[in-house]
């Protein structure tokens, strides 16, 4: 099966909110971040590595004044445009210009379904009301819409209630992301699920994926590929749980490339080396993709499908390709 290629760009560090778990640090704008010029040369490279889903994303990317300009040329060069955004600047008028520049989708934040609480997290009053107003314009012009909604020990009781809920208001998936400790997330990283949780959780989602016949994904929680087929689930399009190296990397604001957003593991940049070199040759990116890893990841029989966190990994090992220190299968047996 081919696989295809996504990159997600950070285009700015710069966020009107100041949510507790930005894995960004995201508020202010970065120093020297890419400028137009640099960033039409990273989308053509992007797009000579193969790659075919453009992830544009924050900080708050439609912060960024040529994002139109940014997302023509990526339509241009036959990839997808997509955005994950907080929501807080799609109006009716702004999305119908990310349509007309080709623009396909986006993802919005969405981890509360308590107002008062979300906009507490989120640092900003409207923070919540401006989420949902997003998903209703979006909803009313016709242009796809994800909920994205990472989960902690704070919202975890609420999560099957948002996966009803985005599909209640017309989001085409629910991606629940499972929240890695990097960039101001190291400061709640006490409420990060246990395995357990981890993996109750995980069941919980599919089987409501089931139940709703809606697209319902844990992301930055492979192990839903090992769950998924002990529970003769079908995870549609989905083929591999971690994605880090293999078939996805991020790039930050001042153009260095990261392996995933959550693993702060720099393996080049861009001012110095060509994107599609990086992505081609980088040492760690290719040792990524031999799924050797240690432990119990690189023993597990569902390896391949799954492939354990990196991210997660590199934070309590302080090795990438350590095994993942929260899935509950150690030697082909489940603690459940």
Known sequence: MLIELIASWNVTNKCNLLCEHCYRDAGNSAENELSTEEGIALLDEIAKAGFKLMVFSGGEPFMRDDIFTLTKHAASLGMRPVYGTNGTLLTKDFIKKIMEAGGA???ISLHMLDEKAMDEFCSTPGAFKNAIQAM??????????????????????????????????????????????????????????????????IRMLLRKRKELDFDIKPTCAPQFMRIADQEKIDTGRYTRGCLAGVSYCSITPTGDVFPCPYLPLKVGSVREKPFSEIWKHDVVMNKMRTLESSGSCGACDYKSACGGCRARAYFYDGDYMAEEPWCSYKGGLSSD
Do not use: D, W
């Open 136 to 201: 209703k314009n979006c909803r009313e012009l016709g242009f796809p819409f994800q909920v994205n909604t990472t989960v902690f020990e704070r919202n975890v009781g609420e999560i099957e209630k948002i996966c009803e809920f985005a599909k209640e208001m017309g989001a085409m998936s629910h991606h629940v992301l499972f929240m890695v400790p990097t960039g101001r997330a190291v400061e709640i990283e006490e409420e990060t699920l246990r395995a357990k949780e981890y993996e109750r959780l």
């Open 105 to 107: 989708s986006v993802a």
